[in-house]
């Protein structure tokens, strides 16, 4: 029998178990906008409570360029909004050759409510070979440029 001890209030799922990549070392970051007090690396390094968030309203990309080609076989994203009701959209493409050519992996819409769904969490397995770009780009509210988006987290492994 495997068991595993769990700390109160911890519901499943909501940390990633497994191996990832350690994003500091094989990657660089280009984001369209940050807060300063919610810089990138809080959502792509494991330990930070409070994620990324944008600087300014609207849609916002965040691209990670690999040092080397990388092997992907699951990309973990979770997303928060305790406050406010919107529909968010998110698109994740790579790139194989820096750039040059994009393919989209999965494009998901979510609705938030402040009263229910405030937490969208992705595990998406994928077999993807030879990545040197990945894209996130997140459009915060389809149906205001009010909104600001933001991250809790991302893993790769």
Do not use: K, M
């Given at each position: 029998m495997r068991k595993r001890?769990?700390?109160p209030g911890h519901e499943m799922g909501t940390e990633p178990?497994?191996?990832?990549?350690?994003?500091?070392?094989?990657?660089?970051?280009?984001?369209t906008s940050e807060d300063p007090d919610h810089p990138i690396e809080h959502a792509l390094v494991p330990g930070s409570s409070s994620g990324w968030r944008a600087a300014q309203p609207g849609a916002q990309t965040i691209r990670l360029l690999f040092n080397q080609p990388q092997r992907l076989q699951r990309i973990w994203l979770h997303f928060l909004e305790p406050d406010r009701a919107?529909?968010?959209?998110?698109?994740?493409?790579?790139?194989?050759?820096?750039?040059?050519t994009f393919?989209?992996?999965?494009?998901?819409?979510?609705n938030f409510s402040p009263q229910g769904n405030h937490e969208e969490i992705e595990n998406i397995h994928v077999d993807l070979s030879r990545v040197t770009l990945l894209e996130?780009?997140?459009?915060p509210d389809i149906d205001s440029q009010e909104a600001y988006a933001s991250l809790q987290e991302l893993r790769l492994g």
């Open positions: 001890i769990i700390r178990e497994g191996y990832w990549l350690n994003l500091e070392e094989v990657a660089e970051v280009e984001i919107r529909t968010q959209e998110f698109v994740l493409r790579l790139s194989p050759d820096h750039g040059e393919q989209q992996i999965v494009r998901q819409q979510w996130l780009a997140i459009t």
